[in-house]
Protein backbone atom coordinates (compact mmCIF):
# COMPACT_ATOMS: atom_id res chain seq x y z
CA UNK A 1 0.00 0.00 0.00
CA UNK A 2 2.80 2.41 0.76
CA UNK A 3 4.81 1.60 -1.93
CA UNK A 4 1.92 2.08 -4.08
CA UNK A 5 1.31 5.45 -3.02
CA UNK A 6 5.40 6.29 -3.12
CA UNK A 7 4.95 5.24 -6.91
CA UNK A 8 2.05 7.64 -7.42
CA UNK A 9 3.48 10.69 -5.98
CA UNK A 10 6.44 9.63 -7.75
CA UNK A 11 4.85 10.20 -10.27
CA UNK A 12 2.94 13.23 -10.07
CA UNK A 13 6.43 14.99 -8.98
CA UNK A 14 7.85 13.95 -12.20
CA UNK A 15 4.99 14.79 -14.36
CA UNK A 16 4.96 17.87 -12.48
CA UNK A 17 8.40 18.97 -13.37
CA UNK A 18 7.50 17.81 -16.77
CA UNK A 19 4.72 20.33 -17.24
CA UNK A 20 6.93 23.17 -15.75
CA UNK A 21 10.17 22.19 -17.98
CA UNK A 22 7.29 22.76 -21.03
CA UNK A 23 6.06 26.97 -19.35
CA UNK A 24 10.22 27.43 -19.21
CA UNK A 25 10.72 26.88 -22.59
CA UNK A 26 7.68 28.66 -24.19
CA UNK A 27 7.15 32.19 -25.56
CA UNK A 28 3.61 33.49 -25.61
CA UNK A 29 2.91 36.37 -27.69
CA UNK A 30 -0.11 38.08 -26.39
CA UNK A 31 -2.04 40.84 -28.51
CA UNK A 32 -3.79 43.11 -25.80
CA UNK A 33 -5.17 46.61 -25.89
CA UNK A 34 -2.45 49.27 -23.83
CA UNK A 35 -5.37 49.93 -21.51
CA UNK A 36 -6.70 46.49 -19.88
CA UNK A 37 -5.61 45.70 -16.41
CA UNK A 38 -6.74 42.68 -16.42
CA UNK A 39 -5.10 41.45 -19.13
CA UNK A 40 -1.64 43.05 -17.92
CA UNK A 41 -2.67 40.93 -14.61
CA UNK A 42 -2.94 37.82 -16.72
CA UNK A 43 0.64 38.58 -18.83
CA UNK A 44 1.82 38.52 -14.87
CA UNK A 45 0.13 35.15 -14.46
CA UNK A 46 1.65 33.45 -17.02
CA UNK A 47 5.37 35.30 -16.11
CA UNK A 48 4.54 33.64 -12.35
CA UNK A 49 4.03 30.25 -13.96
CA UNK A 50 7.00 30.06 -15.45
CA UNK A 51 6.25 31.55 -19.44
CA UNK A 52 8.20 33.99 -21.41
CA UNK A 53 5.95 36.31 -22.55
CA UNK A 54 6.21 38.96 -25.48
CA UNK A 55 3.02 41.10 -25.01
CA UNK A 56 2.02 43.64 -27.76
CA UNK A 57 -0.69 46.44 -27.05
CA UNK A 58 -2.63 46.40 -30.55
CA UNK A 59 -5.38 48.51 -31.66
CA UNK A 60 -7.98 46.18 -31.91
CA UNK A 61 -7.16 42.45 -29.99
CA UNK A 62 -10.31 40.91 -31.53
CA UNK A 63 -8.20 40.56 -35.04
CA UNK A 64 -5.95 38.13 -34.23
CA UNK A 65 -8.92 36.01 -32.23
CA UNK A 66 -9.85 36.01 -35.93
CA UNK A 67 -6.24 35.59 -37.58
CA UNK A 68 -6.07 32.45 -34.69
CA UNK A 69 -9.08 30.56 -36.12
CA UNK A 70 -11.10 31.07 -32.49
CA UNK A 71 -14.51 31.92 -33.22
CA UNK A 72 -15.91 35.54 -31.84
CA UNK A 73 -18.73 33.87 -29.87
CA UNK A 74 -15.47 32.31 -27.79
CA UNK A 75 -13.99 35.72 -27.67
CA UNK A 76 -12.53 37.83 -25.06
CA UNK A 77 -10.36 41.15 -24.47
CA UNK A 78 -6.82 39.48 -25.66
CA UNK A 79 -5.56 36.76 -27.30
CA UNK A 80 -1.98 34.80 -26.94
CA UNK A 81 -0.23 32.47 -28.86
CA UNK A 82 1.96 29.74 -27.62
CA UNK A 83 3.41 26.85 -30.40
CA UNK A 84 0.88 27.46 -32.92
CA UNK A 85 -1.96 27.39 -30.59
CA UNK A 86 -3.91 29.81 -30.00
CA UNK A 87 -4.91 30.67 -26.51
CA UNK A 88 -7.82 33.25 -25.55
CA UNK A 89 -8.79 35.01 -22.53
CA UNK A 90 -8.10 34.63 -19.12
CA UNK A 91 -6.90 30.66 -20.00
CA UNK A 92 -4.72 29.17 -16.49
CA UNK A 93 -1.54 28.51 -16.87
CA UNK A 94 -1.72 25.17 -15.50
CA UNK A 95 -4.27 24.61 -19.01
CA UNK A 96 -1.59 26.06 -21.06
CA UNK A 97 0.73 23.64 -19.92
CA UNK A 98 -1.51 20.26 -20.56
CA UNK A 99 -2.15 21.55 -24.05
CA UNK A 100 1.74 22.12 -24.75
CA UNK A 101 2.15 18.87 -23.01
CA UNK A 102 -0.49 16.71 -24.69
CA UNK A 103 -0.47 18.20 -28.22
CA UNK A 104 -4.00 17.86 -29.47
CA UNK A 105 -5.25 18.61 -32.87
CA UNK A 106 -7.22 21.71 -31.87
CA UNK A 107 -7.03 25.73 -32.83
CA UNK A 108 -6.26 25.96 -28.69
CA UNK A 109 -8.02 26.90 -25.68
CA UNK A 110 -10.43 29.61 -25.29
CA UNK A 111 -11.82 31.20 -21.94
CA UNK A 112 -15.41 33.44 -23.32
CA UNK A 113 -15.75 36.19 -21.69
CA UNK A 114 -14.31 37.90 -18.41
CA UNK A 115 -15.26 35.59 -15.69
CA UNK A 116 -14.42 36.78 -12.39
CA UNK A 117 -11.81 34.55 -10.49
CA UNK A 118 -9.77 33.03 -13.38
CA UNK A 119 -6.18 34.30 -13.67
CA UNK A 120 -6.46 37.72 -14.24
CA UNK A 121 -9.67 38.33 -13.06
CA UNK A 122 -9.06 37.83 -9.33
CA UNK A 123 -11.40 39.22 -6.64
CA UNK A 124 -13.81 38.39 -4.29
CA UNK A 125 -16.12 36.20 -5.82
CA UNK A 126 -15.42 33.64 -8.22
CA UNK A 127 -17.95 32.67 -10.92
CA UNK A 128 -17.49 28.88 -12.04
CA UNK A 129 -16.28 28.52 -15.75
CA UNK A 130 -14.98 26.36 -18.49
CA UNK A 131 -11.95 26.33 -20.23
CA UNK A 132 -12.67 25.43 -24.35
CA UNK A 133 -10.33 22.86 -26.43
CA UNK A 134 -11.60 24.49 -29.73
CA UNK A 135 -10.94 22.00 -32.46
CA UNK A 136 -10.04 23.00 -36.74
CA UNK A 137 -14.01 23.44 -37.33
CA UNK A 138 -14.04 25.93 -34.57
CA UNK A 139 -15.91 23.33 -32.16
CA UNK A 140 -15.60 23.08 -28.67
CA UNK A 141 -15.72 20.85 -25.57
CA UNK A 142 -14.97 21.47 -22.36
CA UNK A 143 -11.17 21.01 -21.60
CA UNK A 144 -11.52 21.96 -17.39
CA UNK A 145 -13.86 23.22 -15.38
CA UNK A 146 -13.80 25.17 -12.69
CA UNK A 147 -16.12 26.11 -9.66
CA UNK A 148 -16.41 29.08 -8.33
CA UNK A 149 -17.38 29.85 -4.88
Known amino acids: MKKRLFLRLLAAG ?81 QIKRLLAEKPEARGLAVPAMPMGSPGMEGPTKHPYRVLLVDARGKHTVYKHYAGH
Open 14 to 94: ALSTQLSAYAAATVVEVYKSESCGCCTKWVRHLEQNGFSVKAKNVANPSDYRGKSGIPNELGSCHTGLAEGYALEGHVPAA
